[in-house]
């Protein structure tokens, strides 16, 4: 679906209204996953695998789940730690895109629980070496790679970025603005086959934690703009919008529950300016454990509110890791 300019913040405000709604379809889906005898996890030529199509050996899928979710929760928690200035940091992350709850297969199911034959299982990675500024202030050029574990297995070399980050832009009260940009180098096959001349993006992270509460609100944002040349006429997205508003509960010092509601809007290269493509919404209920106070693992599973069931519900997870 197309959306005008004059439409955007009504569409904006349609599905934000939608966040606590979708809470108790969660919880329902959550229940149903726990008590179904129909999880599998055999991620071979399984009898449930779709037909094998053309999947590209050096992918250009960026996931089943809305695009940058767990991968905002993870950076900012890179830029969170208390490195002074002058030090240097590394951390690496993974998301996992994974199978659908009870048809588990090589590929990642559509929102109608359908195994996606475009979509195989996907594990993206992520390693940056950071150098602090100021004790807010960093410096991070990022390797991003992916590997797909399935269908004899392939990795596929992805545009690295350089991100400036704040963290703590805002930070009173409770409440903290974490911001950076960054901008997207494009040496990937794909980029180049489609005359890519680089990304700019900026991440946003606010949070707000009340006084002595176990409680946090938050809202994860993100704006990018992808730059073509002469021969970019296919080449997909030149905007790209994405909002997760979330709420976390903390069980213990090391546990969390959480929950995400993410929305996406995009621009295709070519379209009428302000002709935005409404790319649907999903939730994400899971847990944030801090395995040790430098290992943390989010696993999730991914909601379609509009088709919510087991077939389209998928399992995915989040593992940062901050050696330095």
Same mark, same amino acid.
């Given at each position: 679906?197309?959306? $005008?300019?004059n #439409?955007?913040?009504g569409? %904006?405000?349609?599905?934000?209204?939608?966040f606590?709604?979708?809470?108790?379809?969660?919880?329902?889906?959550?229940?149903?996953?726990? /008590?179904?005898?129909?999880?599998?996890?055999?991620?071979?030529?399984?009898?449930?695998?779709?037909?094998?199509?053309?999947?590209?050996?050096?992918?250009?899928?960026?996931?089943?789940?809305?695009?940058?979710s767990? #991968?905002?929760?993870?950076e900012?928690?890179?830029? $969170?730690?208390?490195?002074?200035?002058?030090?240097?940091?590394v951390?690496?992350?993974?998301?996992?895109?994974?199978?659908?709850?009870?048809?588990?297969?090589? %590929?990642?199911?559509?929102?109608?629980?359908?195994?996606?034959?475009?979509?195989?299982?996907?594990?993206?990675?992520?390693?940056?070496?950071?150098?602090?500024?100021?004790?807010?202030?960093?410096?991070?050029?990022?390797?991003? +790679?992916? +590997?797909?574990?399935?269908?004899?297995?392939?990795?596929?070399?992805?545009?690295?970025?350089?991100?400036?980050?704040?963290?703590?832009?805002?930070?009173?009260?409770? %409440?903290?603005?974490?911001?950076?940009?960054?901008?997207?180098?494009?040496?990937?096959?794909?980029s180049?086959?489609?005359? $890519?001349?680089?990304?700019?993006?900026?991440v946003?992270?606010?949070?707000?934690?009340?006084?002595?509460?176990? +409680?946090? %609100?938050?809202?994860?944002?993100? /704006?990018?703009?992808?730059?073509?040349?002469?021969?970019?006429?296919?080449?997909?997205?030149?905007?790209?919008?994405y909002?997760?508003?979330?709420?976390?509960?903390?069980?213990?010092?090391?546990?969390?529950?959480?929950?995400?509601?993410?929305y996406?809007l995009?621009?295709?290269?070519?379209?009428p300016?302000? /002709?935005?493509?409404?790319?649907?919404?999903?939730? #994400?209920?899971?847990?944030? +454990?801090?395995?040790?106070p430098?290992?943390l693992?989010?696993p999730?599973?991914?909601?379609?509110?509009?088709?919510?069931?087991?077939?389209?519900?998928?399992?995915?997870?989040?593992?940062?890791?901050?050696?330095?």
């Amino acid at each position: 679906m197309l959306i $005008s300019g004059n #439409q955007k913040v009504g569409r %904006f405000g349609q599905y934000f209204g939608r966040f606590f709604g979708t809470i108790a379809t969660a919880s329902s889906m959550i229940g149903a996953i726990a /008590a179904s005898s129909a999880v599998q996890f055999a991620y071979g030529d399984a009898a449930t695998d779709a037909p094998q199509t053309n999947v590209d050996a050096t992918p250009k899928i960026e996931g089943g789940q809305a695009a940058g979710s767990s #991968q905002v929760l993870a950076e900012a928690a890179s830029d $969170s730690g208390e490195q002074k200035a002058g030090t240097v940091g590394v951390n690496y992350f993974g998301i996992f895109y994974g199978p659908g709850v009870s048809n588990a297969s090589s %590929f990642q199911p559509d929102s109608n629980g359908n195994p996606d034959p475009n979509r195989p299982l996907l594990y993206k990675n992520f390693l940056g070496v950071g150098y602090r500024v100021t004790n807010e202030i960093a410096i991070t050029p990022t390797a991003y +790679w992916q +590997w797909i574990p399935v269908r004899g297995g392939s990795y596929a070399i992805q545009d690295p970025y350089v991100k400036i980050s704040h963290n703590a832009l805002i930070s009173r009260g409770g %409440f903290n603005l974490y911001g950076d940009v960054r901008y997207h180098v494009p040496i990937s096959d794909y980029s180049r086959s489609v005359d $890519s001349k680089g990304g700019l993006q900026t991440v946003e992270v606010a949070t707000y934690t009340p006084e002595a509460s176990r +409680w946090t %609100f938050g809202m994860f944002g993100s /704006a990018r703009a992808n730059f073509y040349g002469k021969q970019g006429a296919a080449a997909g997205n030149d905007v790209e919008l994405y909002a997760g508003p979330n709420i976390s509960y903390q069980m213990t010092p090391t546990l969390a529950g959480v929950i995400l509601y993410e929305y996406n809007l995009n621009h295709a290269y070519g379209d009428p300016n302000g /002709a935005l493509k409404d790319d649907g919404y999903d939730v #994400q209920p899971g847990l944030n +454990w801090d395995i040790t106070p430098t290992v943390l693992f989010n696993p999730y599973v991914n909601i379609y509110p509009t088709s919510a069931n087991l077939k389209s519900t998928s399992l995915g997870f989040l593992i940062s890791w901050q050696p330095l």
